[in-house]
């Protein structure tokens, strides 16, 4: 495999990271939970914007589903 090919599959790979934990923020903050993740070896959770995902609309999400 040449190297930027390789480069353009890590760039890939990252993006589509960034996208998933882009998605499980706003489901945590649509259904008004938090996050629980490890950072730096340190157990911590994140409390998404609440107010920023109080719309109604769930679109068929059955995180946000479940706590309604």
Not at 11 to 25: K, S, T
Not at 32 to 58: A, F, H, N
Request: proline content about 3%; charged content about 35%.
């Amino acid at each position: 495999m040449k190297e930027k090919e390789i480069k353009e599959m890590q760039r890939l790979i990252d993006e589509g990271v960034r996208r998933a934990q882009c998605r499980l923020w706003q489901r945590a903050g649509a259904a008004r939970q938090s996050l629980v993740v490890c950072r730096g070896g340190k157990i911590v959770e994140m409390v998404p914007d609440i107010e920023k995902y109080t719309s109604d609309s769930s679109n068929g999400d059955p995180l946000a589903r479940r706590n309604r």
